[in-house]
């Protein structure tokens, strides 16, 4: 049921896609702004000076958490691209995330600690839409298994509308993106020094970014799952779905934390719960 | 009669010893039998335990009296008389032949009960000696507060191998009892009140429990409904009134909402005899029950609104511990949240939620008494059990915050314990009735979980640039029993599957004909991330170059390195830091008033419909 040349492939391949990702977005967010920006392959110079930097750091532990935190991000991502059980995915997720918020808490510094606490906020307010989805796929599709999920025939975003919806928001809020961006901001200009990642440097910050890029990728292959039985139209749609993101970015400014939680739980408890109620009475999966 | 507290303080470790063993002895003789029934004699012990109720109804009427506490004295009177017109007018036919029993659920009961129970207990020899230096006030009872503590293990050990009701309800009210001593120790004005709000509120479950008796006793004058086997396997149209009954019993015994005040004003009693309610001993009779009687309540809609019960007091009583500071408090609420799932979980009743319940109730008892144990001996070295204290924990007590976070992870975090219980329940709950409303609370419950749980971790785990270690002064006794908590927690992960195969599956069979378990490789991957984690910490080690350190951004204010500023007008400010706690969101007031009403018409809903059910001639 799962696959381990698919797990190995992501490891391999994911931080390339996802700093090419990174690349595209900042272009595209220069171009939105009216500035040229920086080359493709910039996110990518970035993190390589990274980690020809000096190895500073408030507290050892924290390079412990951070280890963490890219060993599971990848670990969880291998699992999802494995083919494995969504909810373990889910679940390994939140475990890497608690890491990265340790390492933020072990500095006892106030913005980080700051940083830390809103991050928290953020995986609570993303939680239970990210659930969500995996119970409305399992519903339609009758399998837990992303291997099962994303060769399903069933074109489960006809099924899944309103979860759908609700996971492009909280997807807003996992790739910190603004309104939602509390704990830590790619943007400097609304940004609290550095929230979550204010102590983290050099190679640390590196592994931190490396990370994120595993992360985006599986979250964009969540999109995929949507539209496993039309895998071009998939590719299309996930490439919609990220400039949307960018474009939101781009045009709300940063939103205070209450907007955060009531944007992730509303979403559930409205679009996701009754998209959910009427798949779950109404159609029998296959 | 002792005077030396060593003496005293190597019984109880004996005894403990004893126990731990006995319940060991038990598993690996009896694992493989499945259900076994023992024919106890039922006339002379029935006797001498109605001669013991008696007592004990008398001694809570005294009791109730000297404390003025009325409507306890009512409510035992209310029951001494259900429990004297049985025995008079009815008891005199009964003959139950199966009287006691061992399958493999009370297997798991006994191995919690002894090896968790005795651990407790051995650690509250030291503790207590603590206790009384600290206080002086509080008059010293120690010998009674170890004779009942070792009597409530014992009531649950009866508990749980009881195969008669009346058996059963016996010890019922043992542990009812243990518990309100033990609760109203230190006989403060707040812990007396207290007690008696346990006292109340189980003596409710106490007289649905034996109003159950006289509906038995009707429906089949021979008593071989009394016995549990019998009466789960005559069918849900016979056993059903009873089942909700005793499962409302249930409910009162496991803190389920609007019940769950008695648990949180537990904490008052000394911190293990709140490790012994939590974890293993009251709140676990309670849902014990619960699980038994999880076959009958399957498919009845009576059922479901008993597992709403649990549901809503799970994701409630989990958000009214986001906004607590107290962590005594914070870990009272965390019980009865989970003990609501397993509550939702059980009255569901389908074997997947039943094998959910079960691993529930086995990884809470493990992770909550490691974790009430680690409060309460940081509280005896700093003097304060708020959770805004525990900053740099890691620093002062490193080997305890490691313990801490160790439960906590138990608690919420993949791939330990209650989390493989939860992803379980969602899975099970997909294919119940009512199933997405279910997954729904258990979806927003589960991220309310991770919130209160994960600020609470990174508190002790920050390293504060001030603070010294000061370890050394806990004592040997305490580090033996923290340690082996700690190790069992993550031995319960490590271990599960084949705690799954050898006792839950084997259960889950017997009861439904089916069974329930994870998937083969989901498994793999879990043991893999454990393993991971054990091996993490070396990377400190292998690291070959030294980062240099720095002390934290402070917006380039020159600051000493207790983190002390100069903050405006030349007044020395120093750096706090304070988690969130959104009290007027999760408060405790405002969602209690939104959860008792809710609760209490879902009970009511349950036996409305059982009622309804009944005068149709159907089980609903």
């Given amino acids: 049921m799962t696959s381990i040349i698919t797990a190995i492939a992501f490891v391999i391949l994911a931080p390339i896609l996802g700093g090419l990702v990174a690349g595209i977005d900042r272009k595209v967010t220069a171009r939105m702004q009216g500035r040229v920006g920086p080359p493709l392959l910039q996110p990518f110079y970035d993190v390589a000076k990274l980690f020809e930097k000096e190895d500073v750091t408030v507290t050892p532990s924290q390079n412990l958490y951070i280890i963490a935190y890219l060993v599971f991000m990848v670990v969880s991502g291998a699992y999802f691209f494995a083919g494995g059980d969504f909810l373990l995915v889910i679940f390994a997720f939140t475990l890497a995330h608690v890491f990265i918020v340790l390492g933020a808490y072990a500095a006892y510094s106030p913005y980080s600690y700051i940083g830390a606490e809103r991050e928290l906020i953020t995986l609570m307010a993303y939680e239970p839409m990210v659930i969500f989805t995996a119970v409305g796929l399992y519903l339609v599709t009758g399998s837990f298994y992303i291997s099962e999920i994303a060769t399903s025939t069933v074109p489960a975003i006809l099924y899944l509308p309103g979860v759908f919806l609700g996971f492009l928001t909280i997807l807003t809020i996992k790739l910190r993106k603004s309104p939602f961006d509390i704990s830590t901001s790619h943007h400097a200009h609304q940004e609290l020094v550095k929230g979550l990642t204010t102590e983290f440097a050099g190679p640390v910050l590196g592994k931190v970014e490396i990370a994120h890029w595993y992360e985006n990728v599986v979250l964009l292959g969540m999109i995929y799952l949507f539209f496993g039985f039309n895998p071009v139209l998939a590719i299309v749609v996930i490439a919609l779905a990220y400039f949307l993101e960018i474009f939101i970015d781009n045009t709300f400014s940063r939103m205070k934390w209450q907007w955060t939680m009531k944007s992730g739980w509303g979403v559930a408890a409205t679009l996701g719960f009754l998209n959910l109620v009427i798949v779950y009475y109404f159609y029998v999966g296959v | ?620």
């Fill in chain 2, 1 to 620: 009669m002792l005077p030396n507290n060593r003496i005293k303080d190597a019984i109880v470790a004996l005894a403990g010893l004893v126990i731990s063993l006995g319940s060991i002895y038990l598993f690996a003789t009896s694992f493989t039998g499945g259900s076994v029934y023992f024919s106890f004699p039922f006339e002379p012990t029935a006797q001498v335990m109605f001669v013991i109720e008696v007592a004990i109804s008398l001694l809570l009427l005294y009791l109730g009296m000297k404390f003025k506490q009325y409507v306890a004295v009512l409510l035992v009177l209310v029951q001494t008389a259900i429990t004297l017109y049985f025995e008079m007018t009815m008891a005199g036919g009964l003959e139950p032949v199966k009287n006691l029993f061992i399958d493999e659920f009370s297997i798991i009961m006994a191995l919690i009960i002894g090896i968790i129970g005795s651990l407790i207990a051995v650690y509250a020899t030291s503790y207590m000696n603590t206790y009384h230096e600290h206080h002086p006030e509080i008059r010293d009872r120690r010998r009674m507060f170890f004779f009942v503590v070792f009597v409530f293990l014992a009531a649950m050990f009866g508990l749980v191998f009881s195969n008669n009701l009346l058996w059963v309800f016996f010890f019922w009210e043992i542990t009812t009892l243990s518990s309100f001593l033990l609760i109203g120790y230190s006989e403060t004005e707040e812990a007396t009140n207290n007690a008696f709000l346990a006292l109340k509120l189980n003596l409710l479950g106490g007289i649905a429990f034996a109003a159950s008796f006289l509906y038995l006793a009707t429906v089949d004058p021979s008593g071989g409904l009394f016995e549990l086997d019998a009466l789960i396997a005559s069918g849900q149209s016979v056993a059903i009134i009873p089942a909700v009954l005793i499962c409302f019993a249930g409910l009162t015994k496991a803190a389920q909402m609007p019940f769950s005040s008695w648990l949180v004003g537990a904490m008052v009693a000394p911190t293990p005899v709140s490790a012994l309610l939590h974890s293993s001993t009251m709140v676990k009779a309670g849902v014990y029950i619960i699980v038994r009687f999880a076959p009958v309540l399957l498919g009845t809609l009576a059922g479901v609104a008993l597992g709403m019960v649990g549901a809503v007091t799970f994701l409630l009583a989990s958000a009214i511990a986001i906004s607590q500071t107290n962590a005594k408090k914070v870990l009272a609420y965390s019980t009865i949240a989970n003990l609501g799932l397993i509550v939702a979980c059980a009255s569901v009743g389908t074997p997947e939620l039943v094998w959910a319940a079960i691993m529930l109730i086995i990884f809470h008892a493990v992770a909550k008494s490691l974790l009430f144990l680690c409060v309460g001996t940081v509280e005896h070295r700093t003097g304060s059990r708020d959770i805004e204290d525990m900053d740099g924990l890691i620093v002062k007590f490193p080997k305890i915050a490691v313990m801490i976070a160790i439960g906590i992870a138990g608690m919420f975090l993949a791939p330990f314990g209650m989390l493989i219980s939860k992803w379980a329940a969602i899975e099970g709950f997909i294919d119940a009735p009512f199933g997405i409303v279910f997954v729904t609370i258990l979806a927003f419950g589960s991220a309310v979980t991770v919130f209160f749980w994960a600020k609470w971790m990174g508190k002790v785990l920050s390293v504060t640039p001030f603070g010294e270690n000061l370890e050394g002064s806990v004592s040997r006794g305490k580090w033996v029993v923290l340690s082996s908590l700690a190790a069992l927690t993550v031995l319960a992960a490590l271990l599960f599957p084949l705690v799954s195969s050898v006792l839950i599956e084997p259960y889950v069979l017997g009861v439904y004909g089916e069974t329930a378990r994870l998937a083969q490789d989901n498994i793999i991957i879990m043991l893999l991330m454990i393993l991971l984690l054990l091996f993490l910490p070396l990377s400190l080690y292998t690291s070959s170059k030294e980062s240099r350190k720095l002390p934290v951004y402070m917006s380039g204010r020159a600051t000493t390195p207790d983190l002390k500023f100069a903050g405006s007008l030349g007044i020395q400010r120093e750096m706090t830091t304070r988690n969130y706690y959104f009290d007027e969101y999760f408060g405790e007031k405002k969602l209690l008033r939104l959860g008792d009403p809710i609760c209490i018409l879902l009970i009511l809903a349950a036996a409305a419909l059982v009622a309804w059910g009944m005068s149709m001639g159907v089980v609903m």
